[in-house]
């Protein structure tokens, strides 16, 4: 079966200018998402995650943050050289995004049915009939809000977190996305709701058809919910493969360590094991490869060069001095 | 909403009366009235004779009682300036005076604080911001009186386009207004400015972006209407300072109005004239703030259903 692809990432540079000088949040990251494949980036905190997805859609933070080099390619189009006005007409219409925080991420403003109905009126639909509000009902009923006529003329601050993230849903598929980006969705979310909520995003990708990029930290929602990940550490993807080899064989030392944190059932071991040291700080990264002040097998080139991309013999990727 | 509404409704209302309340005292701890009214080699039995017809020999509270007695029914009494005339009645004449220049400077506060608040935030650390904020630095560091004054030398005694003084057409109403409202306005867009900043960095701007909306929609209709809620509260704020800039700007441009006639009334102990004028403007400020508080409601659903 061969998948068409919608999304390839391809060295992917943003950088922010401050005042203390340049981060570089997002390094030269490439990856591909397909149809109706699920890829999930993880990492940790300040791993340059989140800003890799708001590159995508160009809503990089201004005028600190700036795309500085590389490619977006969505259904084979370059967004990058694409006027901000003509970007417009991909957000939502094309290309979704979930964001992290549904408490405040819906204007408290105004009602569901005004907010929902937004992305109907940018398409230009006009509302004889009820024509827009039927829409509205009908997506609320897709992301399951139980009797959403009523509801719909609720405020924000009227519904739960994960009934908010479910009308953030509702917005971001309202005009049939091929691509969602979900920026760790479930972070605020309990954990029974959050599992209703990642059941929702699955169930709407095999509706559609469409691909979906999970932003995470959490690996039991990669495990879950992803066909392939790409594990980011300081603004770079240090290994990406399929959800099973990585899981199984890292190849990288980081992701060794990160499968090594995970809690295992059954195990005799009272303290999990942990990655020595913190993130770096991405104003003054270490020379060489970003991780090896924390690495157990650092060698000497380890710090003063930057590993190259190795091709696994299972299909993935990751640098390494190692490998080589 | 109806009972929120009602709610402001009898604040409102209290607050009148704590008021008219407050006016009485004041106006009663300025010194007897008698000794102003009679020429001064008046006798003690005809000062009172005159304490007793205006009432001033009974205690304070059965005074008060009497005062709100007649009050509630729009009577203060005569002024004892403009011999025979009801107070109440010299006041509602100056007052159109007085609401046409507090009204236009109003207006101008909150329509240019409004507008280049948002402009200046939407355009931060361009040349437009910059002009925002100097404009705003100006109307901060100089008083109104002065002002007024630099304004009268300049476009009327130096460069004859404005006429000095007076009430008329609209020429006459230009540099009063603008002296007192330039405050205002650099207060109402200095808060603009940086409550827009602080929304525009909010989640929900980044949803309404993500769903394709134009910069027009975005900052009109997602940002601005979130950020409406300080600037209300400062243009209640401001009104206050208005009605207080009414009284000097009056005097400097000898405009007709409230402000100048309650001067006068103090300078010469006119209770009556003091205390209607005094009533009414505080009834304009109790209804403009209640208006505020109503428009919150409107505005932002969470207080409405609180």
């Known amino acids: ?324 | 909403m109806r009972r929120y509404a009602l709610k402001r409704v009898i604040l409102g209302i209290i607050t009148v009366i704590i008021v008219s309340m407050i006016i009485f005292v004041a106006s009663r701890l300025s010194g007897d009235v008698t000794y102003l009214l009679l020429p001064q080699d008046a006798t003690k039995e005809e000062v009172g004779r005159l304490r007793a017809k205006l009432g001033l020999d009974k205690p304070l509270p059965f005074q008060y009682l009497y005062f709100l007695k007649d009050a509630v029914r729009g009577n203060f009494g005569k002024s004892y300036r403009y011999t025979n005339r009801e107070a109440m009645e010299i006041i509602l004449e100056r007052l159109p005076a007085t609401a046409e220049l507090a009204f236009a400077a109003f207006l101008m506060s909150v329509i240019c604080g409004l507008l280049l608040g948002v402009l200046s935030a939407t355009k931060r650390d361009n040349f437009l911001d910059t002009l925002g904020k100097t404009f705003a630095l100006i109307g901060q560091a100089m008083p109104g009186f002065w002002l007024g004054v630099m304004a009268i030398l300049i476009f009327s005694v130096k460069l004859g386009w404005l006429p000095t003084s007076g009430r008329g057409n609209i020429s006459h109403l230009i540099m009063p207004s603008i002296s007192i409202a330039w405050f205002s306005i650099a207060s109402i867009l200095r808060i603009t400015r940086s409550t827009m900043l602080d929304v525009l960095d909010s989640e929900y701007i980044k949803t309404a972006r993500l769903k394709g909306n134009s910069e027009l929609i975005v900052i009109w209709k997602h940002a601005l209407r979130n950020a409406l809620i300080p600037v209300l509260a400062m243009s209640g704020i401001q009104l206050a300072h208005l009605l207080g800039g009414v009284v000097i700007a009056e005097t400097i441009f000898s405009w007709p109005g409230l402000g100048s006639l309650i001067l006068e009334g103090i300078y010469s102990r006119d209770y009556a004239l003091v205390q209607a004028g005094v009533f009414v403007i505080s009834i304009i400020f109790i209804t403009c703030n209640l208006a505020v508080d109503l428009i919150y409601g409107v505005i932002d659903p969470r207080i409405r259903y609180d």
């Open chain 1, 1 to 324: 079966m061969t998948q068409k692809i919608i999304l390839a990432v391809e060295g992917l540079k943003t950088y922010f200018f401050t005042r203390a000088g340049v981060v570089k949040a997002v390094d030269g990251v490439s990856f591909s998402v397909k149809e109706g494949e699920s890829l999930g980036i993880a990492g940790e905190s300040g791993c340059g995650k989140s800003i890799t997805c708001l590159s995508i859609v160009r809503l990089v933070p201004q005028p600190a943050g700036r795309i500085i080099s590389g490619k977006i390619l969505f259904e084979g189009q370059d967004l990058l050289v694409k006027k901000e006005k003509e970007m417009r007409q991909w957000r939502g219409k094309r290309i979704s995004m979930i964001l992290q925080d549904p408490l405040t991420s819906l204007n408290p403003c105004y009602t569901i049915e005004n907010q929902v109905s937004e992305p109907y009126k940018i398409e230009g639909l006009n509302n004889g009939s009820n024509n827009i509000r039927k829409k509205v009902i009908n997506v609320l009923k897709r992301v399951r809000i139980p009797s959403p006529e009523r509801r719909m003329r609720d405020y924000p601050f009227q519904f739960s977190g994960g009934m908010r993230q479910r009308v953030l849903a509702a917005i971001a598929i309202a005009r049939d996305p091929r691509l969602l980006i979900a920026d760790e969705p479930t972070t605020s979310l309990d954990v029974t709701i959050q599992d209703q909520f990642l059941r929702l995003l699955k169930d709407m990708q095999q509706q559609t058809n469409m691909g979906l990029v999970m932003i995470t930290h959490d690996l039991g929602i990669v495990a879950e919910t992803c066909d392939r990940v790409a594990i980011m550490y300081a603004g770079k993807i240090v290994e990406r493969g399929t959800v099973e080899n990585v899981f199984l064989n890292p190849a990288h030392p980081y992701t060794e360590a990160l499968m090594e944190a995970l809690p295992k059932m059954g195990s005799k071991r009272k303290r999990l094991f942990q990655i020595e040291g913190e993130p770096p700080n991405l104003l003054r990264l270490p020379g060489g490869c970003s991780f090896w002040p924390r690495c157990h097998k650092a060698m000497d080139i380890c710090q003063t060069q930057s590993p190259p991309v190795i091709s696994l013999k299972n299909g993935g990727e990751a640098s390494c001095w190692l490998l080589c």
